[in-house]
């Protein structure tokens, strides 16, 4: 019963779809954007990139909540406060820094060589980075892909303050609204916890075969 009514007596649809549209979007814009710029801190020596990199890795250090304020002052400056394009926003600020470090490890594995032959047959610097890199990355590129998809799937401090109507709520929002101060639907609670696993679930069956190697080949470079 508890499974029928949490359809039928709340939005759950609803917060599903919004949660699932700001998760595929944060997860693949940042794997695009980590894609990029990791392979230019793998391939490139330029002036700044040491601190650069020992920046992006000090972000990780700094607690969710401490970035709350600034996050919210970013997003309501540029007018998408209550909007789910705001919390993508967010979202991908923070998954960029580990995804290009991950990424960055990665790519000091795959040899230089493959890409100056590629070059030598005729390929530019962006086609040698579209058919010879980015197919050898592909476990390195399913485990930044998983970790942002986690990252956004269950994430609740930045959605609650940045998203306010239940209309753009995510799922995190709209079950913790079943908790009331003297009553708590427990049955439509846990029927919602249950259905919001299947989908990570289903990604960890998929991309299990890349997840140790994705992890460890880009922890030394070989």
């Known amino acids: 019963d508890s499974y029928a009514q949490i359809f039928s007596e709340e939005a ?19 794997v695009i954007v980590a894609a ?22 000090t972000t990780q250090m700094i607690p969710a909540g401490m970035l709350l304020v600034p996050l919210y002052v970013i997003v309501a400056q540029l007018g998408l406060t ?18 290009i470090w991950i990424l960055k490890g990665y790519y000091d594995t795959i040899p230089p060589d493959l890409e100056e032959a590629a070059m030598v047959d005729g390929c530019n610097r962006m086609e040698s980075f579209w058919r010879i890199i980015l197919p050898l990355s592909t476990p390195a590129l399913s485990i930044v892909f998983l970790f942002n998809f986690l990252g956004a799937w269950a994430e609740f401090l930045v959605a609650k303050v940045i998203l306010v109507s239940p209309d753009v709520w995510t799922w995190s929002l709209g079950l913790n609204d079943l908790i009331g101060t003297f009553n708590t639907d427990w049955g439509k609670y846990a029927a919602g916890s249950v259905i919001v696993t299947i989908p990570v679930l289903l990604l960890f069956t998929w991309q299990s075969k890349y997840l140790i190697s994705g992890l460890t080949l880009g922890g030394v470079k070989g």
């Not at 649809?13 to 940042?30: D, E, P, Q, Y």
């Not at 990029?36 to 890795?57: E, V």
């Not at 993508?88 to 923070?94: D, Q, R």
């Open 12 to 30: 759950f649809l609803a917060w599903l779809w919004n949660t699932i549209v700001i998760t595929v979007t944060v997860s693949i814009i940042g």
């Open 82 to 99: 209550n909007n789910i394009s705001g919390l993508m926003l967010a979202y991908i600020t923070t998954a960029v820094p580990f995804s």
């Open 36 to 57: 990029t710029g990791a392979y230019a801190f793998s391939r490139w020596r330029f002036p700044g990139r040491r601190p650069a990199l020992i920046f992006l890795l």
